[in-house]
């Protein structure tokens, strides 16, 4: 079973900040968060780890809270580079991912 | 390094045809997957392998078969076209250090099915 993600879309403005969240309703070993611009590949963001380990983008943050399997993935001061469609990806111990649906995000000038 | 290269970049088919999709990567990573994106749609997974000769169903195998004989190959076979198989596929390679990875993506193959 997919990922849960919400919002389904979002539109901000240059600067402003979002959340995109994410919940599995499978225990997860790792989350993976990608963004996709259209037409391209998905492009690696993040990996949060059970225990607590993270690794990924410099400007971008996100969180994994075990006990509820949900992610958050946190756009800060967003920019125009950062419009694109948000994919989040559980790996239950495959070390293969299954996504959600995406979260299209729109920033604005 | 290409990193992940898939071929060919758009395909035709009829129902009914066979096809074989293929997919390399020049990182020696040992894990690779198989993906489709339907139009406004996450990805799903089909197969995937974590070595050579050893491969796995995904979510949605039907249809489809793969086999890894090699490291750097994973092609993608459809067995007998339907439309519903209309999609943009795309693989994708890991190495990973414990369940620490990062997946790189190839470009994608559409695949129109009439």
């Not at chain 1, 968060?33 to 400007?59: C, D, N, T």
């Not at chain 2, 749609?41 to 197969?47: K, N």
């Not at chain 2, 250090?97 to 994608?108: C, D, H, L």
Request: charged content about 15%; aromatic content about 10%; glycine content about 10%.
């Amino acid at each position: 079973q997919q990922p849960v993600q919400s919002p389904q879309a979002v539109i901000l403005r240059e600067g402003e900040d979002a959340v995109i969240n994410c919940s599995s309703s499978k225990a997860l070993y790792s989350v993976h968060w990608y963004r996709q611009k259209h037409g391209e590949a998905p492009v690696f963001l993040m990996i949060l780890l059970k225990g607590g380990e993270q690794k990924g983008h410099e400007k971008i943050s996100a969180s994994f809270n075990e006990k509820k399997q949900q992610s958050s993935l946190y756009l800060t001061a967003s920019q125009l580079s950062y419009s694109g469609t948000y994919f989040c990806g559980g790996d239950t111990g495959r070390r293969a991912l299954t996504f959600g649906s995406g979260t299209r995000l729109q920033v604005q000038p | 390094n290409a990193g992940v290269t898939q071929t060919p970049k758009f395909q035709v088919l009829k129902t009914g045809q066979s096809m074989t999709l293929q997919c390399a990567q020049d990182m020696n990573h040992e894990y690779m997957s198989w993906y489709r994106q339907d139009p406004g749609m996450g990805l799903r997974l089909i197969h995937y392998s974590v070595g050579a000769g050893i491969t796995d169903q995904g979510e949605v195998p039907n249809g489809y078969n793969v086999s890894r004989s090699t490291t750097e190959d994973f092609p993608l076979r459809l067995l007998s076209a339907a439309p519903s198989q209309t999609s943009v596929y795309f693989c994708a390679s890991s190495y990973a250090t414990g369940y620490s990875y990062e997946q790189y993506f190839g470009p994608g193959t559409r695949l129109t099915v009439t």
